[in-house]
């Protein structure tokens, strides 16, 4: 206050005043601040210090001042109010005694309140208390509801997968999944049992993808049988329409029954539902695919994978597992060609492959498809085929391979109704003809030889009139001079074999028959067939019988007589093969492109191999003969007779040609000539073999007496048929060879030698030179002293002089 009063008093300059007022507004600005609450004191505090140097002395004398100036202030005012406050404070003491007293009767009504209250309160917490209970129970029950529906269906769900109601469990997961759960997801139980739901569905399907696997594995056990039945349906399909069309020849009409689609009933050609009345006796049920296999297990796994959204995968798994089955389906055991059932077995598992397949097809929707079971079927008839073929042709017995034709056509026939293309096996069954009618020629080549074997090769003797209508009932034999005779007994030409020969050749077109039945061919065919396979049999298995039978060492000469007898009726009756074809086929001849048979060229050709083996037959016995010969080439006469090696075999031949004149056309006259032709060449040989050095005129004129004996022989007419002295001719050059040594005659033969009418035109100088070389070294060697004898020694010289121009002869024809 004095530092205030100081400076009122002293007299500033003007401008020193002007700053005290700026310093002072600007010191009045701080403090406002400072006493202000709402601003912040550094900044203010941060401004005194930050101005002139003496700054903060100046503010906090300021400061002191202002202090002062307060101070003041609050003493005034407190002298202002002392008396009002004294005045308060002894009101408030006189309030105090009545405030006590309030706050006793306040203390009294409050305990005397809460004593009233006491039980109104427990009762209070009571209601309070059930009130939540209440609501709690309510909450309660509204939660179970909507839990009660989910633990309802999980429970169906455990109970429908404990009884493999696996198809509706999955539906009943996705009712859970999306209608139930949803609801209470909040708690754990419904958690566990979403996270529960994934893991069954996996059960699921490994559970169903087992019974698919055990079905496969089922199936392909019980495809033998369902293959069975399906066959066996098949064929009494065919057996039926048989009887079905002698029906419809007779007036009457029955409609076929053959379904593997269904249930039916056929009673006296009548078609009947299962609901049709009482059954009654004679009715027949068709099985069906699933009379024998439960496919449930497939439509389950199928529904399944589909709920599952992944069907893909299982019909992936079951076309690849049906594959697999497929090839294990077509792999044939090793011995299967030995036995007939051993195809049946193999055909019905084929059969039972595809007809499951083909009821999947149309039973499920995708689960296999056309496209695949052609796919299959192409597949498996590639590899039938080549199976059959291999197997096929193992067989060696014509009826295993016949049965095995009815199993292909049975076969075909089964699966052609199950819309599959069986083309191709019919095809195949023109190759398994060729292999039957390869086996029908072995064992009819059996046959044959049999029949040859047992042959007594002569003819064939009848003494009753039922012997011989037995005979021409298998043979058709006509003979008018044999038919005349009335008498009996009496023998037919040819021998036993020739009627059982026929025989087995009507045998062999009835066995080559069977095969072209249930072909679906046409006469014209199965008449071409039937030709070719006579043909062959004709052909190539009775033509190589006999030429064998023919060539055998043990067939004599008798014996091949009566083989050309044979075979010239067996030629006679192949018109009556042909007939035989054309009534079993109901062709004409007549019709184009018929084939013929070939049984006229096979006997042909077998008689001439008989004649062209008799022929060489004759000749070796002639040489037998020959070699028996035992001439004296230096004797000095001749014994006055034949040699009796030579009578032997005229003999011999005498008898021979006997047989031969029943034999057919001129073979009787061929062999004889052939014969005669053949002992000119061998005596004319005899003469001239280089091993013969020396020969007598004693000699020849003894080999001269042989000639005449054949001569006389072949003078004889040993065969009827021969003109004039055609048969002699075969000796005609011996003759003149021996009558120009005979008679000595060399002087003719020179003069006339190269002339037609020469009288030894067929005596070669070469010939006449080497026979009378072999005289000339006799005459030397036997003549010592023939020397001095003049008739001696002017037949030497002649022959000296013959040899001369003889082999001047020879040199000429040389050059």
Request: proline fraction near 3%; aromatic fraction near 8%.
């Amino acid at each position: 206050m004095a530092s205030d009063r100081v400076h009122v008093a002293v007299p500033e300059p003007p401008s020193q005043n002007e700053e005290e007022n700026k310093e002072e507004k600007a010191f009045g600005n701080i403090f406002a601040e400072l006493e202000s609450v709402d601003l912040p004191l550094g900044t203010t505090l941060r401004s005194i210090y930050d101005d002139q140097p003496n700054a903060h002395k100046r503010f906090m004398e300021k400061l002191d001042a202002r202090i002062r100036n307060h101070d003041r202030e609050i003493e005034k005012m407190c002298n202002f109010h002392h008396q009002g406050f004294v005045d308060a404070i002894t009101e408030l003491l006189k309030v105090r005694a009545d405030a006590e007293k309030l706050m006793g009767q306040v203390t009294d009504t409050n305990r005397r309140l809460q004593e009233a209250g006491r039980e109104v309160t427990a009762q209070t917490e009571e209601v309070i208390r059930c009130r939540i209970q209440q609501r709690n129970m309510a909450t309660t029950v509204e939660k179970l509801q909507l839990c009660i529906p989910v633990l309802e269906m999980y429970s169906k769900l455990k109970e429908q997968l404990e009884s493999k109601r696996y198809y509706a469990a999955l539906k009943t997961m996705e009712q859970l999944e999306k209608v139930y759960i949803p609801r209470v997801s909040q708690y754990r139980f419904c958690q566990i049992m979403a996270e529960n739901l994934p893991r069954l569905r996996e059960e699921i399907k490994e559970i169903s993808m087992s019974d698919l696997k055990d079905f496969l594995e089922s199936i392909r056990k019980h495809s033998d049988k369902v293959g069975e039945t399906a066959m066996r349906q098949a064929q009494q399909h065919r057996t039926f329409n048989s009887a079905v069309a002698k029906q419809a020849c007779m007036g009457h009409y029955t409609k076929p029954v053959y379904s593997l689609n269904g249930r039916t009933h056929t009673h006296n050609g009548l078609m009947m539902d299962d609901d049709t009345g009482d059954e009654e006796e004679g009715d027949e049920e068709v099985l069906t695919a699933q009379d024998l296999v439960d496919f449930s297990p497939v439509y389950r796994c199928l529904h399944i994978y589909t709920v599952l959204g992944d069907r893909e995968t299982f019909e992936n798994y079951y076309r690849k597992q049906r594959k697999k089955q497929a090839r294990l389906v077509l792999q044939p055991q090793a011995n299967m060609h030995e036995t007939v059932e051993g195809y049946r077995r193999y055909f019905n598992q084929i059969v039972g492959f595809f007809v499951v397949e083909d009821h999947i097809l149309h039973a499920t929707q995708g689960l296999v498809t056309r496209a695949f079971t052609d796919e299959l079927w192409n597949m498996a008839l590639s590899k039938i085929i080549a199976v059959l073929r291999t197997h096929s042709s193992y067989c060696d017995d014509p009826d295993l391979v016949l049965e095995l034709k009815n199993l292909i056509v049975i076969f075909a026939d089964t699966l052609q109704g199950y819309g599959f293309p069986v083309n191709r096996l019919f095809d195949l069954l023109f190759e398994v003809r060729d292999q039957y009618n390869e086996t029908l020629l072995k064992k009819w080549a059996l046959v044959f030889r049999e029949i040859f074997e047992l042959d007594n090769y002569s003819p064939i003797p009848v003494e009753t009139e039922e012997e011989y209508k037995l005979v021409v009932s298998r043979f058709p034999f006509h003979d008018a001079e044999i038919e005349k005779q009335q008498d009996f007994p009496k023998k037919l030409p040819m021998s036993q074999s020739v009627p059982q020969i026929y025989t087995q050749v009507k045998e062999f077109i009835y066995a080559s028959l069977k095969f072209s039945e249930s072909l679906h061919r046409s006469s014209t065919e199965i008449d071409d067939m039937l030709r070719k396979s006579t043909n062959l049999l004709l052909t190539r298995t009775l033509s190589s019988c006999l030429q064998n039978l023919i060539k055998k060492p043990h067939i004599g000469l008798t014996e091949l007589v009566q083989i050309i007898i044979n075979t010239t009726h067996l030629e006679q009756a192949c018109r009556y093969l042909e007939e035989f074809i054309t009534n079993i086929t109901n062709v004409l001849p007549e019709t184009v492109h018929t084939t013929r048979l070939y049984g006229l060229s096979t006997f042909k050709d077998a008689r001439h191999a008989a004649e062209g083996e008799i022929y060489t037959k004759l000749n070796q016995k002639i040489d037998e003969f020959i070699q028996l010969a035992d001439y004296e080439w230096g004797m000095a006469e001749s014994d006055g007779r034949a040699s009796g090696y030579l009578m032997d075999l005229i003999n011999f031949l005498r008898s021979t040609f006997q047989v031969f004149t029943h034999l057919p056309g001129k073979v009787a006259q061929t062999a004889c000539m052939s014969a005669c032709k053949h002992l000119s060449t061998s005596l004319m040989q005899m003469l001239l073999d280089t091993e013969l050095k020396q020969i007598s005129m004693g000699a020849i004129q003894q080999f001269n007496l042989d000639v005449i004996q054949c001569e006389l022989f072949a003078s004889s007419e040993p065969v009827p048929g021969f003109q004039g002295d055609t048969l002699q001719l075969a000796f005609i050059d011996l003759r003149q060879l021996l009558d120009l040594f005979m008679v000595w005659d060399w002087s003719t033969y020179l003069a006339d030698y190269g002339q037609p009418t020469s009288k030894y035109l067929r005596v070669n100088p070469a010939t006449a030179l080497a026979l009378l070389e072999k005289m000339k070294d006799t005459s030397k060697k036997n003549n010592i002293f023939s020397q001095f004898r003049k008739n001696d020694r002017d037949k030497q010289k002649l022959i000296e002089t013959v040899v001369k121009q003889l082999r001047s002869l020879v040199n000429g024809m040389s050059s």
